[in-house]
């Protein structure tokens, strides 16, 4: 299957600091989401980003899948930021099933 | 949160008994699926659902079975619990786009914390 590589693992920040989660994968694909589990556990879509550039508020993220790779930006970081992060992948042809990396534990310090 | 129910929430079970846990769509998505999420590793999905009565196997299916009788439930049955079980449960479905809208993107239900003894 395909695999999925999110780093850092952990990251402390202080708030309104900017910060840049990385995703990378093993193979092609035409599927990619980007999930935030909060503290109390619930899984948040945030982006379907199979290809370039979306913005959400504070959040960005940018997907080159010719070179299989996704970045997750959080800008002016806030203590409701805090939780993992984590990167999905996979083909909408295959059922859309998805392969999740193991995620990024995001704190935010007030 | 596309309407996606889990039941129950917390369960703690002993090894060797029969655990069956539910997850309720009310939206008629054709896709749905089940997860397991164990420190380390992320979610890994365990089976699927890509319509009525028609199920497929995940990267940790063994050990699980799934049923499917309408498309607003997707049951998840552990035939014979075992410690290993433990862990956090979550269901999701796939929510496409329409005809103009290239999106697919999936939604969880709250999850079901098993503990099994």
């Known amino acids: 299957g395909i695999q999925v590589e999110q780093s850092p693992p952990d990251l402390i920040l202080q708030e309104g600091a900017n910060s840049t989660l990385r995703c990378n994968f093993s193979?092609?694909?035409?599927?990619l989401q980007w999930f935030h589990q909060n503290p109390w556990g619930q899984l948040i879509n945030l982006f379907y980003?199979?290809?370039g550039t979306k913005q959400n508020g504070r959040l960005s993220a940018t997907t080159v899948a010719t070179e299989r790779y996704s970045l997750l930006y959080i800008s002016s970081s806030q203590t409701t930021d805090s939780g993992v992060y984590f990167c999905?992948?996979?083909?909408?042809?295959?059922?859309?099933?998805?392969?999740f990396g193991a995620g990024t534990t995001v704190t935010v310090r007030a | 949160d596309a309407g996606i129910t889990q039941s129950p929430r917390h369960k703690v079970t002993e090894t060797g008994t029969p655990v069956t846990l539910r997850c309720h769509q009310t939206?008629?998505?054709?896709?749905m699926y089940w997860y397991r999420q164990d420190p380390g590793h992320g979610l890994r999905l365990i089976h699927y659902s890509y319509g009525v009565k028609d199920t497929d196997k995940g990267e940790v299916s063994d050990g699980y079975s799934v049923s499917r009788s309408k498309t607003e439930d997707f049951l998840l049955t552990l035939e014979s619990a075992t410690s290993s079980q433990t862990s956090v449960y979550f269901c999701?479905?796939?929510?496409?786009?329409?005809?103009?809208?290239?999106?697919?993107?999936?939604?969880f239900g709250p999850g079901t914390r098993l503990t099994v003894l």
């Open positions: 980003i199979p290809s």
């Open positions: 999905a992948v996979g083909l909408t042809s295959n059922d859309y099933k998805l392969s």
């Open positions: 193979d092609s694909v035409n599927n």
């Open positions: 999701a479905i796939n929510q496409a786009g329409g005809p103009w809208d290239y999106t697919d993107t999936q939604y």
């Open positions: 939206e008629n998505h054709r896709y």
